[in-house]
Structure formats: structure tokens, C-alpha cells
């Protein structure tokens, strides 16, 4: 037999917990330079109790061939990769409206 969520009580293949709090996130992809002028690119406003963001860093990682980490929340991403973010987080069930590229 196979687990029960707690939050929705469908079974753990079932559940549509994560793909309603995707749509609840307001997301700010924004520049920074860092040291020597390299730039980052930051994914703010994702919740980490709704939404794994280990998990979604790596992915991001491996499709941007980039170095990165996660950090209070903050998803560090090595390089300028603003628009590339925001078409991958389309495509991965976060609706358009509700990620702001700065």
C-alpha cells in the first residue's frame, strides 16, 4: 500500500500538493555582479516548505551547464541566465504571470 500526504490525503504518486503551490509562488529572477565582475543570477521567493529547492537547483544546474547553490531560500545560479530561468521554471509548471525578470 502506498504512503497518504498528509496536506492533500492522496497517495504519494497522486499527489498534486507541489504542482497548487507552484502556482501560489511569486518569483524574482534578478542579476548581481559579484567579485572581478562575474555575474550570478538569483531566483528569489520560491517557499522551501512547498516546493523542493535542493531538487529544482540541480535540475536548473544540469540544463544551464552552470555551478550554483541555495542559500536561505535563494537560488544562486553562476552566470547571466535570467531569460533562460524563466522560460525553464515555464516548463517545469510555474505559471508566466508569476515570475518577474529585473
Do not use: R
Request: hydrophobic share 30%; charged share 35%.
Amino acid at each position: 500500500m502506498s504512503e497518504i500526504c498528509v496536506t492533500c490525503g492522496l497517495p504519494k504518486d497522486l499527489c498534486v500538493c507541489e504542482s497548487i503551490a507552484k502556482e501560489t509562488q511569486n518569483i524574482e529572477i534578478k542579476i548581481v555582479k559579484k567579485k572581478f565582475g562575474k555575474k550570478n543570477t538569483l531566483i528569489e521567493g520560491i517557499d522551501q516548505k512547498q516546493i523542493d529547492i535542493k531538487e529544482l537547483t540541480k535540475k536548473l544546474k544540469n540544463q544551464l551547464a552552470c555551478g550554483g547553490t541555495t542559500k536561505e531560500g535563494i537560488i544562486e545560479l553562476q552566470g547571466d541566465h535570467k531569460h533562460k530561468v524563466k522560460d525553464l521554471l515555464v516548463e517545469k509548471g510555474f505559471p508566466p504571470e508569476t515570475i518577474k525578470v529585473k
